[in-house]
T-cell receptor, first 117, second 111 residues
Framework: GAVVSQHPSRVICKSGTSVKIECRSL??????MFWYRQFPKQSLMLMAT?????????EQGVEKDKFLINHASLTLSTLTVTSAHPEDSSFYIC?????????????FGPGTRLLVL | EDKVVQSPLSLVVHEGDTVTLNCSYE??????LLWYKQEKKAPTFLFML????IEKKSGRLSSILDKKELSSILNITATQTGDSAIYLC???????????FGQGTRLTINP
């Protein structure tokens, strides 16, 4: 199947700093990528839909000024957690679907574990 | 509000047993239902179901969708310890391609 990468795989930062997470589709183009968050022992919750060349669509309850999303190219979306706090510590996962294969499923990146001290 | 519910939430069986995991959904404009397996990292894709009554099979795993009952099951036969994982059901609904996930079933296979 298609490959989606995320970087970094894990990050520890101090409270108040900003952290950028990259999501790349390695062998296909994705006009739309999705960002999820997963807290321990819970399921994945969609945070936002990232659209290439336009603004992201955020789910209810997700602060767009805190979680900045940029989808600058057909293979890259970034999520920046601004002024991170300990409660932002979570597992962040992106997914992407091949733009040209509309019936294909979404492929997930390996995830990024964020720990805010 | 779109909702996906999985049961059981947790299941412990012995190696060699057969298990059935359940997923039910209430969504607007259903497009597809997907099953994923999650170990320590991100979910890996198992099946995508769009048509009712057609079984998808991959080795010891199989899944079927019942659109009338708004549900799906995932069967695993002759379970192995490597099948231990969280199994996630997700439904793609509406026009936005986004997935709504169930809570997951934590499956533990004891030797």
């Amino acid at each position: 199947g298609a490959v989606v990468s995320q970087h970094p795989s894990r990050v520890i930062c101090k409270s108040g700093t900003s952290v950028k997470i990259e999501c790349r589709s390695l062998d296909f183009q994705a006009t739309t990528m999705f960002w999820y968050r997963q807290f321990p022992k819970q399921s994945l919750m969609l945070m936002a839909t990232s659209n290439e060349g336009s603004k992201a669509t955020y789910e209810q309850g997700v602060e767009k000024d805190k979680f900045l999303i940029n989808h600058a190219s057909l293979t890259l979306s970034t999520l920046t957690v601004t002024s991170a706090h300990p409660e932002d510590s979570s597992f962040y996962i992106c997914s992407a679907r091949d733009t040209w294969l509309l019936q294909e499923t979404q492929y997930f990146g390996p995830g990024t574990r964020l720990l805010v001290l | 509000e779109d909702k996906v519910v999985q049961s059981p939430l947790s299941l412990v069986v012995h190696e060699g047993d057969t298990v059935t995991l359940n997923c039910s959904y209430e969504v607007t404009n259903f497009r597809s239902l997907l099953w994923y397996k999650q170990e320590k990292k991100a979910p890996t894709f198992l099946f995508m179901l769009t048509s009712s009554g057609i079984e998808k099979k991959s080795g010891r795993l199989s899944s079927i969708l019942d659109k009338k009952e708004l549900s799906s099951i995932l069967n695993i036969t002759a379970t192995q310890t490597g099948d231990s994982a969280i199994y996630l059901c997700a439904v793609e609904a509406g026009g936005a391609q986004k997935l709504v996930f169930g809570q997951g079933t934590r499956l533990t296979i004891n030797p």
